[in-house]
């Protein structure tokens, strides 16, 4: 079992990731700024394993506090989509990028054995191809994925005997989460379908890459537990579902009416839009060299939510800016 620190661990895929891995048996160190809100850990705060450290990834002190005495970084903290990104692109760069070599450094002064990146499918921009594998151009359309990128090499670079450096690009994540995003395209239609009963699609053709936030955490435990000699300066691509938008909408709607048909008629509205642009992942590389199998679907990241709305746990879901990164940050500029 490790010790991990998952900088980041308090967002969206770390609030799944980290109460998985303490389960599991690893003691886990998070840091994290806490910009989405401490409650995320209420359940689990003070479990035996679990470490938190309140603090910025481009602050050396608490980055070296944080690594302390663990032996494998899972690294998921960043501004994590575009419209964030782009709200103050300086500031932006700064944590997803500027300050990598920095945790990369300090990640080997501490004795860390394994580095994983979470990076991200964006890399490759748009494309037609049906199959895009990892040996695609990477032709990112924004500064967000633009860094994410150049944060890539930065990983593969160190890896060595005692260091196995390895990055993860992951479609796009669905599902609940205890630090809730209703910025991701499934999670966005299905609280449409639960809180609007109207889903709007604009065009519909483009295709996107989904991958269940149980899948993408249970990939990173077992990127942990894999030898080091299988995923020692790999790039993988990991992805389930690539469906067009209209699908998912459909499917929002096919399954928000099984679940919660108290809502009543559900109504599916498409505009017109002149950006077809669409991108797909391939899988098959991770598939064959570590045997990954995705087991969950959208409909179950449906599913999942629609239990979770009907349980009160997402109150003012299209209001509270929590559930959506770009205007939490906006509200804190603003604070
Ligand atoms: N969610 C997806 O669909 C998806 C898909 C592919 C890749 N990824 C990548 O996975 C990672 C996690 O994504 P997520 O959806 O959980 O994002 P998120 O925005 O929910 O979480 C990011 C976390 O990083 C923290 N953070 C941001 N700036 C920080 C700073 N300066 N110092 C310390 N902590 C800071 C935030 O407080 C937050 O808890 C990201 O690197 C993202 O790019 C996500």
Redesign the pocket.
């Known amino acids: 079992m490790s010790h991990v620190c998952v900088?980041?661990?308090?967002?969206?895929?770390?609030?799944v990731l980290v109460p998985k891995l303490l389960a599991r048996g690893h003691r886990v160190t998070v840091?994290?700024?806490?910009?989405?809100g401490r409650e995320?850990f209420d359940n689990i705060r003070g479990a035996a394993g679990l470490r938190e450290v309140e603090?910025?990834?481009?602050?050396r002190d608490a980055v070296a506090r944080a690594l302390e005495g663990c032996d494998a970084v899972i690294?998921?903290?960043?501004?994590?989509?575009d419209p964030?990104y782009e709200l103050d692109p300086e500031l932006s760069k700064?944590?997803n990028f500027d300050?990598f070599p920095m945790f990369l450094a300090e990640s080997k002064r501490a004795g860390v054995k394994r580095f994983i990146y979470?990076?991200?499918?964006?890399v490759y921009g748009v494309s037609e191809v049906p199959d895009v594998r990892e040996d695609h151009p990477l032709l990112a359309l924004t500064d967000?994925s633009k860094y994410?990128a150049l944060c890539e090499p930065l990983v593969l670079a160190e890896q060595s005997a005692d260091f196995t450096a390895m990055v993860?690009?992951?479609?796009?994540?669905?599902g609940a989460?205890p630090?809730m995003?209703f910025d991701?395209s499934v999670n966005i239609m299905t609280n449409l379908a639960i809180v609007n009963k109207k889903i709007t699609v604009f065009g519909g053709k483009q295709h996107r890459p989904n991958?269940h936030?149980e899948d993408?955490t249970d990939l990173y435990e077992q990127l942990l537990l894999e030898p080091a000699a299988r995923i020692a300066g790999k790039i993988y691509n990991a992805g389930f579902q690539n469906r067009t938008i209209a699908d998912i909408a459909q499917i929002a709607h096919d399954v928000v009416c099984q679940e919660l048909p108290e809502l009543g008629p559900i109504e599916i509205v498409t505009t017109s839009s002149d950006d077809n642009r669409s991108y797909r992942v391939n899988s098959d590389k991770i598939a064959a060299e570590l045997g990954y199998r995705p087991r969950h679907t959208i409909e179950d990241a449906v599913r999942d939510i629609c239990a979770w709305h009907r349980a009160g746990r997402f109150p003012r879901s299209l209001d509270d800016p929590r559930y959506f990164?770009v205007r939490t940050l906006k509200e804190a500029a603003l604070a």
């Open positions: 900088p980041g661990g308090a967002g969206y895929v770390g609030a840091l994290d700024n806490y910009q989405f995320v603090g910025d990834v481009r602050d690294h998921l903290a960043c501004v994590s989509n964030s700064s944590i300050c979470a990076s991200s499918s964006s967000y994410k993860l690009r992951p479609a796009t994540v669905c989460s630090r995003r991701l991958m936030i993408v990164n």
